[in-house]
């Protein structure tokens, strides 16, 4: 990758959309215990927004679908995204009559400290997204004109409608030619491993890119039994060897995968971390840097590695460096409030990236 040729620092031109749910976040300041709290810190968030958010910051055409409340939350959610340049046109504003509870999910965070870790505690059952007919939309009208479509697992947890219309858009997004990238996030609070296991092998077939950790689990074989000797066996952190194994079994049972990545997290404490990553990409598994760092917001850190995936593959990298800019971004990301990555500068990813220190396991 040449890092002085200026067409990196511009938009590749693709349009980016998703689809997903977003949240109000409420956290005790100064690390607080939320049964001691007697304030929140308001924030909005959710997966597929924050990497919405993410790309827009990078100057990326990035567009949000999702459903919210037609009141002051759910208006103040989409006033957020647009202020980080995210287009929400699509975002609908529920009535009542669409959806009888008419709320924004709500998600309580406790952030750790040193020795204690963080805490997320749900409120989102029966939210706007969850309750709205998506029966009505026409994904091939909503998808019409993008290039990239991005979904994870989490907003097909939240209800058989949102779960029905997300394969539905998978499809279509295939028909119409777009990249799809999914990101497995398995909630357990939300449904569990087997209709996770059982909803994410409908979805494999149609997916470009892949991230995460779960779905090497989530999915049965030919003969159709489960892979638990890989949920029971493969390590959080993994080696080399161990996860081109993998990488590999999973490319030959789905050879529409143009490129799997995960990153690897090492908890020194609930403040410092390691990060680094693992892509398989064009035949080949690759391995990047590993960052230590200082935590100050935890939250959103696998959205900021895929998102920077995304704009490196949007722009071209080198497969070494797309994998260490995904890392990066998510470094970077653990270092600001909320749950997405405001950064809008390419070169501190990239400076990050390259910087010259040597850091060991």
């Avoid at 919405?52 to 679908?65: I, K, R």
């Avoid at 070494?320 to 909320?338: L, P, Q, R």
Wanted: hydrophobic share 35%; proline share 5%.
């Amino acid at each position: 990758m040449d890092h002085h040729n200026p067409l990196l620092n511009q938009t590749s031109g693709q349009k980016f959309i998703t689809f997903g749910e977003i949240m109000l976040r409420l956290t005790p300041p100064n690390y607080g215990k939320i049964r001691v709290a007697n304030n929140f810190e308001a924030s909005y968030g959710g997966s597929e927004a924050n990497i919405a958010l993410a790309l827009a910051n990078l100057n990326v055409d990035s567009t949000f679908f999702s459903v919210v409340p037609n009141n002051s939350l759910g208006k103040s959610a989409v006033r957020m995204l647009r202020s980080n340049d995210v287009h929400c046109t699509p975002v609908i504003l529920s009535t009542p009559e669409e959806t009888p509870t008419h709320r924004l999910g709500i998600y309580y965070l406790e952030t750790g400290y040193g020795i204690r870790p963080s805490k997320v505690t749900y409120d989102r059952k029966h939210s706007a997204i969850t309750e709205f007919d998506f029966s009505q939309i026409d994904p091939k009208a909503l998808l019409e004109g993008y290039d990239w479509l991005h979904l994870s697992g989490i907003t097909p947890a939240l209800g058989p409608s949102c779960a029905e219309f997300t394969l539905r858009l998978m499809e279509c997004a295939k028909e119409l030619g777009l990249t799809v990238s999914f990101d497995g996030n398995f909630r357990s609070l939300l449904w569990t491993w087997e209709q996770a296991r059982d909803y994410c092998t409908r979805c494999l077939p149609f997916v470009d890119v892949l991230f995460g950790i779960e779905p090497y689990h989530l999915w049965r074989d030919e003969e159709n039994h489960d892979r638990g000797d890989w949920k029971d066996g493969l390590p959080m952190q993994p080696s080399y060897e161990a996860q081109d194994e993998v990488f590999q079994a999973f490319v030959s049972r789905y050879p529409n995968l143009k490129c799997i990545a995960r990153h690897v997290r090492y908890a020194h404490s609930g403040s410092e971390n390691s990060l680094m990553a693992y892509m398989w990409y064009q035949g080949h598994t690759f391995e990047s840097r590993l960052f230590t760092f200082t935590i100050l917001d935890r939250v959103g850190g696998g959205d900021a590695f895929a998102s920077g995936l995304i704009y490196a593959m949007m722009h071209g990298y080198k497969p070494m460096d797309m994998v260490n800019f995904a890392v990066a971004s998510s470094v970077i990301k653990h270092t600001i409030h909320g749950d997405g990555n405001i950064t809008d500068d390419v070169d501190s990813i990239r400076n990050l990236m390259n910087m010259n220190y040597d850091i060991k396991r």
